[in-house]
């Protein structure tokens, strides 16, 4: 059974520096990885999505990265906003035969002003 | 933003009692998918369909059931409600594309409270 694992939990950093969010995996075939970003009280927004043959996938400041032989994604943002603040959520398709996404608990990422 | 509505928003019914919940999509999209997002397990798929009349069970389906009549329309439906179905409810939407991409796009939940 696929297990998605984010870590941290929680991670605060002032504005305007560079930060990583992690999310690992541990069945590596996987259809592809979709990165998403949840406001309080709302749902999720899709940020950017990585083929299981792709390595990266950048969209603005954010950059995603895929390992599948290791299990792994990070997630790059760039010169963090407050505006960032939010939960983000990895979530990995296994097989193209399979509909399900299987998702982490999140990383709760707060940038301070 | 994809063109999602889910209704209602914020639901709270007595044990018991059935609840449907409605999923509306503008983008004629094939595949719907209803999940449940609860502390500490993340979110979880309940069902999910491949088309009209054609759905399946996802990890959590047990006490659910849904029909799709429409491509437009996903409904989910608590036969009767129990305390542990208390969760904000969220419809996603995906479509194959020459890319295969199955990118899910989701609409912005229920909050379901059985008392």
């Known amino acids: 059974k696929q297990e998605v694992t984010q870590i941290p939990a929680a991670l605060s950093v002032p504005e305007g520096e560079n930060l990583v969010l992690n999310c690992s995996f541990t069945?590596?075939?996987?259809?592809?990885l979709q990165w998403f970003r949840q406001d309080p009280g709302k749902g999720l927004t899709s940020l950017l999505l990585i083929q299981s043959s792709q390595r990266e996938q950048t969209s603005g400041r954010l950059n995603a990265s895929l390992d599948k032989s290791s299990g792994r994604s990070t997630l790059y943002i760039a010169a963090s906003q407050p505006g960032d603040s939010a939960t983000y959520l990895c979530a990995v398709r296994s097989g193209a035969g399979s509909y399900q996404l299987t998702f982490g608990k999140g990383t709760k990422l707060s940038v301070i002003p | 933003d994809a063109g999602i509505t889910q209704s209602p928003r914020h639901k709270v019914t007595e044990t018991g009692t059935p609840v449907t919940l409605r999923c509306h999509q503008t983008?004629?999209?094939?595949?719907m998918y209803w999940y449940r997002q609860d502390p500490g397990h993340g979110l979880r798929l309940i069902h999910y369909s491949y088309g009209v009349k054609d759905t399946d069970k996802g990890e959590v389906s047990d006490g659910y059931s849904v029909s799709r009549s429409k491509t437009e329309d996903f409904l989910l439906t608590l036969e009767s409600a129990t305390s542990s179905q208390t969760s904000v409810y969220f419809c996603a939407i995906s479509e194959s594309t020459w890319a295969a991409t199955y990118e899910q796009y989701f609409g912005p939940g229920t909050r379901l409270t059985v008392t």
């Open positions: 069945d590596s075939a996987i259809y592809n």
């Open positions: 983008e004629n999209h094939r595949y």
